[in-house]
């Protein structure tokens, strides 16, 4: 009888993973002043919990190609990967501990190893990456296309100024 119930139990939880009616997309879609999408998110969700969030990007070529893709645990972003050489293979992964500013970030290497970035690099992307993280964490579920298109460009302008500050003091 004991063995008849784990079974059961297994069966059931096999059953249960394999359900993913729950599971729902929304799609986001930015285009330029040539009518071709530029910018593009695909947000998932468990119920009304987001679970994962892509971006893409117009290659050389203007086909999409993902530019990064994050991860949430609990209503928290955990882990995002990024295409930060613009190589079209998300080479950088950032850990995120949630409820703190803290974070972790490593690079993946040509050979597919994963080492941490210098301690210099990690600085200087955090106030980025707190800027990203806001525009994420802070979105509405449910979001109007107009309100992204406004809270995406404010984003992308703060980006440029911190860039822009790590410029100026590389000079």
Same mark, same amino acid.
């Given at each position: 009888?004991?063995?008849?119930?784990?079974?059961?139990?297994?069966?059931?939880?096999?059953?249960?993973?394999?359900?993913?009616?729950?599971?729902?997309?929304?799609?986001?879609?930015?285009?330029?002043?040539?009518?071709?999408?530029?910018?593009?998110?695909?947000?998932?969700?468990?119920?009304?919990?987001?679970?994962?969030?892509?971006?893409?990007?117009?290659?050389?070529?203007?086909? @999409?190609?993902?530019?990064?893709?994050?991860?949430?645990?609990?209503?928290?972003?955990?882990?995002?990967?990024?295409?930060?050489?613009?190589?079209?293979?998300?080479?950088?992964?950032?850990?995120?501990? @949630?409820?703190?500013?803290?974070?972790?970030?490593?690079?993946?290497?040509?050979?597919?190893?994963?080492?941490?970035?210098?301690?210099?690099?990690?600085?200087?992307?955090?106030?980025?990456?707190?800027?990203?993280?806001?525009?994420?964490?802070?979105? @509405?579920?449910? @979001?109007?296309?107009?309100?992204?298109?406004?809270?995406?460009?404010?984003?992308?302008?703060?980006?440029?100024?911190?860039?822009?500050?790590?410029?100026?003091?590389?000079?």
């Amino acid at each position: 009888m004991k063995t008849f119930a784990i079974i059961l139990l297994f069966a059931a939880i096999g059953c249960y993973a394999g359900d993913t009616s729950d599971i729902t997309n929304k799609v986001f879609e930015m285009k330029g002043d040539d009518g071709k999408v530029s910018f593009r998110i695909e947000t998932t969700y468990r119920g009304k919990a987001k679970v994962m969030m892509e971006m893409f990007r117009p290659n050389a070529q203007g086909m @999409p190609v993902i530019s990064s893709r994050s991860y949430f645990a609990g209503g928290d972003m955990v882990m995002s990967e990024c295409d930060d050489h613009k190589s079209g293979k998300l080479d950088t992964i950032i850990v995120y501990h @949630p409820g703190t500013d803290d974070i972790e970030m490593f690079t993946r290497q040509a050979d597919g190893s994963v080492k941490p970035v210098s301690t210099q690099t990690l600085e200087a992307i955090k106030q980025e990456g707190a800027v990203t993280t806001n525009f994420f964490l802070t979105l @509405p579920t449910n @979001p109007s296309d107009e309100e992204i298109s406004k809270r995406l460009k404010e984003t992308q302008k703060k980006i440029q100024d911190i860039e822009k500050q790590k410029t100026d003091e590389k000079r």
